[in-house]
Nanobody
């Protein structure tokens, strides 16, 4: 099993930045792709960014050029650097990992972009 714990959310003004962290523990040797998803009130959960075990990344069109996902294999951490934040980025952000055919989710961290 894999356990994921997100941190780094909060309230930020439009144009500001936040860095989300995802700490993985458990059967971390089996983790393949890691991803960040978000869910705004009344909307479906959507992919924000993902990174494979080989380091390839992909991003939602809405965050390209503003968000950067990275992964530290030595410390089993995943990160989402979010710049130029907009009010529409407000959501609960979840970390997801795929390991040995199973999917694991963190508990989520709230990001609110408001003046």
């Amino acid at each position: 099993q894999v356990q994921l714990v997100e941190s780094g959310g909060g309230l930020v003004q439009p144009g500001g930045s936040l860095r989300l962290s995802c700490a993985a523990s458990g059967s971390i040797f089996s983790i393949g792709t890691m991803g960040w998803y978000r869910q705004a009130p009344g909307k479906q959960r959507e992919l924000v960014a993902a990174i494979t075990s080989g380091g390839s990344t992909n991003y939602a069109d809405s965050v390209k050029g503003r968000f950067t996902m990275s992964r530290d294999y030595a410390t089993n951490m995943g990160y989402l650097q979010m710049n130029s934040l907009k009010p529409e980025d407000t959501a609960v952000y979840y970390c997801k990992s795929e390991a040995s055919g199973f999917v694991y989710w963190g508990q989520g961290t709230q990001v609110t972009v408001s003046s």
